[in-house]
């Protein structure tokens, strides 16, 4: 079906440019054609790939988008079939599928662009559609420039000085690196002045010095390179890769490049003519999205061991806490208790930090003025820190506030300044630390399309230290990577960070070179309004007044240190393992008890199944849920669903009295 647009304003030419759209759900496709219409395109709808080539064959369109997952024929198998057939018709992936081995083989296959669906900003297809025809159409004007160089003696004088004119006019405003190689002595014949943004060299250094661009070429990537030049000269008239290079000014950036082989009327090799195509931001993106996925991948790992986890540590430090009561006071057994309750502590935050870097942890989110938290945090840095390092604070937003866990702020701070520390601790330096407020018109929003408009608070945190490698930069957000000894770091700190960043809605970038240190920009959304802080209550323990409670756990340790803990507090327990014996106990006699406790995560029925069944029999029943970690429930579902307290483990003597005194008082 092909809709010719009512006026065509956009393009200077007669002809209309003629669009195919390759994708078998309709939605997709109409919306498609609705939006392209608005700008004066014709558009072709095809349901598989089949069709579409047939159409392609039939229309000649001037693009096609096409989708990769698809019957009959996929967009995988189109766009091998454009590379073969057609390879100078731009073909744009819109595809749902954001999994980077299908963005990296789509453009090996020749992809122009890839685009994720769905497009929440039709104008960045626009863009995407406009830049395609824009090379397709300097790509075809070069080809036919060429086929004018080989009539050259049979043309008018006239008319080759006016393409070579037009010529000179597409290279001097396209942004890719055009360029003529002579063949066989290597001296380069045209190089577009793009060259000077791209590579920091100008077209003139360029022809004086041909070896130049060996200096340009990465050394990682110079044998790769070297073959497949000779591939070239043995005969291969079309190839397409990608490689790195180094920037006049130090900085690695990423190229991709297309060469056609140019014969003469003897068939021997007479130059190489090609596009170079800065593509360093999508790498960047690229990257980007592998951190995500590995990101959600250790999100997953997490989860699944947080449960059983907190389940062990719950039993160990209920156990502890009970030894504790049961020794005399100035025994030595109730130091080594102590330990044993601190080592816990520790395993429960580490576990908290797992789940942070998953974004998964348990949240208390606040409004915080962060300056405070940076003062405490220098604070507590400048009197571990040796005297040869210098902090140096600049805090413009000293009235900013963000939504967030102050725990979570400090934890970063703290780790980004022990790095610091870390590189600089051989050489000494400048640790600083600086916090502004930005808006969406500052040019890091626009940089960042993922950063939606509002306020935004910036903290960062630079140093003088010995900076890293780009490879090492790739990797830092990796959980369990470190390039220090075995004895000084875990490499949990960065992942930690990003983690933390990511569940609070914010964005980290890393700035590093080699000799001249490390700058973490981190990005916070802030918040107006200031909420008022509960003042901190008493720490002592509330005993109870022999009410009945109901204990529910599939471990039978935890069932036993929590029959005792409860007793040791004053209440009448009954427990057991079962959650449908429970449910049979609580239906026999339910007025009998006064508050159920049980765990989440049973065989055969979950704690909130139970709670509900309960809330059935009696609705007024106040429920304490526990559990080590569940993704299925948090503790704003427990409280929709009646559950009167939602408490993670493993939980102390402390807290699980609190919490029952504040719901029975």
Known sequence: MIKVPKKNKCMSDNKTPLILTIDDEKVVTQSIHNFLEDYDYAVIEAENGKIGIEYFKKEKPDLVLVDLRMPEMDGLDVLDWFMKNSPDTPVIVVSGSGIIADVVEALRLGAWDYLLKPIEDMSVLLHSVEKALERAKLIHENRAYQVQLEHKFTAATQALEETEARFKRLAENARDVIFRLALPEGKFEFVSPASKETFGYSPE??????????????????????????????????????????????????????????????????????????????????????????????????????????????????????????????????????????????????????LAFSRQSEKTNQAIQISLIIKEVLKLMKAALPSTIEIKQKITASSALIQADPTQIHQILMNLCTNANHAMEKTGGILKVTLDEIEPADDRSSSHPDLPPGSWVKLSVSDTGHGMKPVIIERIFDPYFTTKKKDVGTGLGLAVVHGIVKSLGGLIEVKSNQGLGSTFNIFLPGVENESVLESKKSDESPSGMNERVLFVDDEELLVDVGKNILEGLGYQVITTTNPEEALNTFRAQPDFFDIVITDMTMPHMTGETLSKEIMLIRPDIPIVLCTGFNDLIDEKKARAAGIKKYIMKPFTINKIAKTIREILD
């Open 205 to 354: 250094e360029f022809y004086n010095n041909p070896k130049l661009i060996w200096k340009i070429i990465h050394k990682n990537w110079s044998q790769f390179l070297k073959k497949q030049w000779y591939n070239l000269i043995k005969g291969e008239t079309y190839k397409v890769y990608e490689y790195l290079t180094v920037h006049r000014s130090g900085a690695e950036k990423w190229m991709y490049q297309r060469n056609v082989l140019i014969f003469d009327k003897s068939g021997a090799p007479e130059a190489l003519e090609g596009f170079i195509t800065d593509i360093t931001e999508r790498k960047q993106l690229e990257s980007q999205l592998r951190q995500a996925q590995k990101m959600e991948a250790i999100g997953t790992l997490a989860g699944g061991i947080a449960h059983d986890f907190n389940n062990i540590l719950a039993i160990i430090m209920g156990n502890a806490s009970l030894l504790k009561i049961l020794l005399p006071d100035m025994d030595e057994a109730q130091t080594k208790t102590d330990h044993i309750l601190t080592a816990s502590q520790r395993a429960s935050e580490l576990i908290m930090q797992i």
